[in-house]
């Protein structure tokens, strides 16, 4: 999350500030914000921050972890792990039995 993309934010939630002018030029901030913004406007922030950080992290944990990140890697690692036993099988079927004891080897180590 960017600078800009906090400013947006706090737009969304209505945090705009009032400023007055004087005839000199200088400015002031005349009223700031109720509440009910700065509460919108964190939850804002931090529902930016949950999203940015299931997709852009993955961590180390356990097999069941239900974050969209680390479960698509592990379906991603089943995949190819099933692509590599169906190649072994197949040279099983053309060339020799010993294929197919490496295919069952490669299915095994998923479920370790």
Do not use: Y
Not at 18 to 42: H, K, M, N, Q, Y
């Amino acid at each position: 999350m960017n600078r800009d993309d906090i400013i947006r934010m706090a737009r969304e939630a209505g945090l705009e500030q009032t400023v007055s002018i004087a005839p000199d030029g200088s400015s002031r901030i005349v009223s700031c914000p109720p509440i009910e913004p700065l509460e919108r406007f964190a939850n804002l922030v931090a529902a930016a921050e949950r999203e940015r950080i299931k997709w852009d992290s993955i961590h180390t944990c356990n097999p069941h972890c239900d974050r969209p990140a680390c479960v698509a890697v592990r379906r991603a690692r089943e995949d190819e792990r099933e692509m590599c036993a169906k190649v072994c099988e197949a040279e099983g079927e053309r060339v020799d039995a010993s294929w197919v004891s490496c295919a069952a080897a490669i299915r095994a180590r998923g479920q370790e």
